[in-house]
């Protein structure tokens, strides 16, 4: 296989004469959930490799995102060292479970801002003390129609993450959002955002906005581990916010202080239900439930019922099962690095170990990741290797079965993709 090109297998076209029709209505993938979980990504269209782990050109992670209407894949795996920012485009599938060994974003983050219609699955984003103060080690402003799924996004230099602006229908699921660094150390602004679910999430090591709740926001099943000065941050704002909090576990650690809701005003119309608080550090999880009058301590106003629409009902678990599910499977969980596996290893001391760090060098850096290549032969590079296509009745030879449905719903490649991990 030539390692210093894209493959590019364009084939949505042809399908697209053939008459065939994709399912609309259905989730990005088994387990997508919230207002982002309809995106249909690349679906339908080309198939392209990531070959090299270079910043930018041929066969180049940046070169695979810039142009839309793809699904794409990974034949390397190890860390990619970026100097400036990524943008991704629209129309686009991320499948980073198809990196062998994992892949790592380091240096300028990534961008989905102004795009649509968008799957990110299984990647590591990290920024770090060089990155330009004021950024995002992922940044979505004005975008829409998108779901992030089982990231690790750490070491942002003011947030980590930020759905900003005029967003709308946007999903981040079981994630990691970790270690935020000087200048703020904050984990996540949500400003000005509608529509956005915030589900299954472990938030480790970040001195505030875990996340900023200013926005029309579901928050079910995350996890807040040693917050520096606030745990979850409202709105403070002069619009009216609805934020739904269920099920989730604030659990203090080394840095954290008794403060684990701030900047709430009348303006945040909360409602709370199943949630939990542990504030004693002693290694032991014997938290609490959260009351009314912790919700409302700052003026905020009480919802009697979620704000959200119907046909939006997130899986919920116990605040408890949220931190089990926290730490078998949150962040870029096929393949964790060294720093995750320590942050994981912080989480289950329940209050003894962790640390709000100034910079990446505080916790030991980048840890070494040697490049990877993949062990699978893919002839006509639609994605999927050819033992795969020969068990499943399809043709190594032929790239638009790719795109061709299996069952009336997801494409076979989608069926694939999905093979690789384990669906919640």
């Keep these: ?28 993938f088994p387990g997508a959930e919230g207002f982002g979980a309809y995106a249909t990504g690349g679906r339908g269209g080309d198939t392209v490799h990531v070959t090299n782990l270079n910043d930018s050109g041929p ?18 795996g190890g860390v990619i060292t970026v100097n400036s920012q990524i943008a991704l485009s629209d129309n686009l599938t991320v499948a980073g479970q198809t990196a062998p060994g994992g892949i790592v974003i380091f240096g300028g983050g990534i961008s989905i801002s102004k795009h649509t219609n968008v799957i990110v699955r299984y990647l590591t984003v990290r920024s770090g003390i060089k990155t330009a103060r004021g950024a995002k080690s992922l940044s979505i402003m004005d975008g829409s129609n998108i779901i992030l799924d089982h990231l690790s996004i ?15 229908d946007l999903t981040m699921q079981n994630c990691m959002i970790e270690e935020a660094i000087k200048d703020q150390q904050f984990g996540m602004l949500i400003d000005g955002a509608r529509r956005v679910s915030v589900i299954r999430n472990l938030w480790i090591d970040n001195h505030g906005r875990n996340p900023k709740g200013k926005g029309d926001l579901q928050y079910i099943n995350n ?3 040693n ?23 604030m659990i203090a650690g080394p840095d954290s202080n008794d403060k684990f809701f701030s900047f709430l005003t009348a303006n945040d119309i909360v409602y709370s239900e199943g949630n939990f608080v542990d504030l004693d550090k002693n290694g032991v999880l014997d938290g609490r439930p959260w009351t009314q009058q912790d919700v409302t301590t700052e003026t905020a106003t009480a919802a009697t019922k979620p704000f ?25 969980s096929l393949h964790r690095d060294a720093v995750d596996q320590r942050l994981i290893e912080q989480l289950k001391s329940f209050g003894k170990l962790g640390s ?6 505080d916790v030991g850096g980048m840890p070494p990741s040697p490049p990877r290549t993949a062990d699978v032969t893919d002839t006509d590079g639609d994605g999927m290797p050819d033992t795969w296509e020969r068990a499943h009745g399809l043709d190594p030879q032929n790239p638009s079965d790719a795109q061709t449905l299996a069952e009336g719903k997801y494409t076979h490649l989608e069926i694939y993709l999905t093979s690789l991990v384990q669906s919640r």
Excluded at 15 to 28: E, H, N, Q, S
Excluded at 59 to 76: H, I, K, L
Excluded at 157 to 165: I, K, V, Y
Excluded at 356 to 361: C, I, M, R
Aim: glycine share 14%; aromatic share 10%; proline share 5%.
């Design 1 to 28: 296989m030539e390692k210093s090109l894209i493959r590019n297998v364009a084939v949505a076209g042809s399908l697209a004469c053939a008459g065939v029709a994709f399912a609309d209505g259905i989730p990005a």
């Design 59 to 76: 066969g180049s992670f940046r070169e695979a995102v810039s142009r839309p209407n793809r699904t794409v894949v990974f034949d390397v």
């Design 154 to 168: 750490g070491w942002g230099r003011w947030d980590n993450a930020g759905f900003t602006g005029k967003c709308t």
């Design 223 to 225: 996890v807040i581990y």
């Design 227 to 249: 917050w520096g000065n606030q745990g979850f941050g409202g709105g403070h704002s002069g619009a009216p916010w609805n934020q739904d909090l269920i099920g989730n576990y």
């Design 308 to 332: 959200n629409a119907p046909e939006v009902q997130p899986h919920v678990t116990s605040a408890q099962k949220a931190v089990a599910d926290a730490i078998a499977g949150a962040g870029n």
């Design 356 to 361: 709000n760090p100034n910079a990446e060098t």
